[in-house]
Nanobody, 120 residues
C-alpha cells in the first residue's frame, strides 16, 4: 500500500506565504509525476502545479509567479511554496503521485488534503 500525507496548511492573511509538504510512503519502487490540486467550495478540483521525476514543472495560470513546486526524490516528498496568497487561493489542497510498486505499471495515489484559508 502507498500513502500520501499532506501537511502545512492553515490560516494566513492575504499577501502571506505557506509551504505545503506531501510525503509518500509504503511499498514504493519509483515515483513518476507528482502534483498539487485544489478544490474550493462549490468548485471542481483543479490542477495547481505538477513536477516530473526529472524536475520539469507546469503551473496553472492563476498561480504562475507566486507558487513554486519542488520535490525531494530521496524523501519521496513534494512541496508547494505559496507566496503572495490571495483569498481566491482558499481551498483544500491535495497532492497526488504516479507510483510504481512491486507490480508493473504506475498507479495514481491521492492524499486526503490539507485546508488553506486566506483571509482578506
Amino acid at each position: 500500500q502507498v500513502q500520501l500525507v499532506e501537511s502545512g496548511g492553515g490560516l494566513v492573511q492575504a499577501g502571506g506565504s505557506l509551504r505545503l509538504s506531501c510525503a509518500a510512503s509504503g511499498s514504493i519502487f519509483s515515483i513518476n509525476d507528482m502534483g498539487w490540486y485544489r478544490q474550493a467550495p462549490g468548485k471542481q478540483r483543479e490542477l495547481v502545479a505538477a513536477i516530473t521525476s526529472g524536475g520539469s514543472t507546469n503551473y496553472a495560470d492563476s498561480v504562475k509567479g507566486r507558487f513554486t513546486i519542488s520535490r525531494d526524490n530521496a524523501k519521496n516528498t513534494v512541496y508547494l511554496q505559496m507566496n503572495s496568497l490571495k483569498p481566491e487561493d482558499t481551498a483544500v489542497y491535495y497532492c497526488n503521485a504516479a507510483v510504481r510498486t512491486v507490480l508493473p505499471g504506475f498507479m495514481t495515489y491521492w492524499g486526503k488534503g490539507t485546508l488553506v484559508t486566506v483571509s482578506s
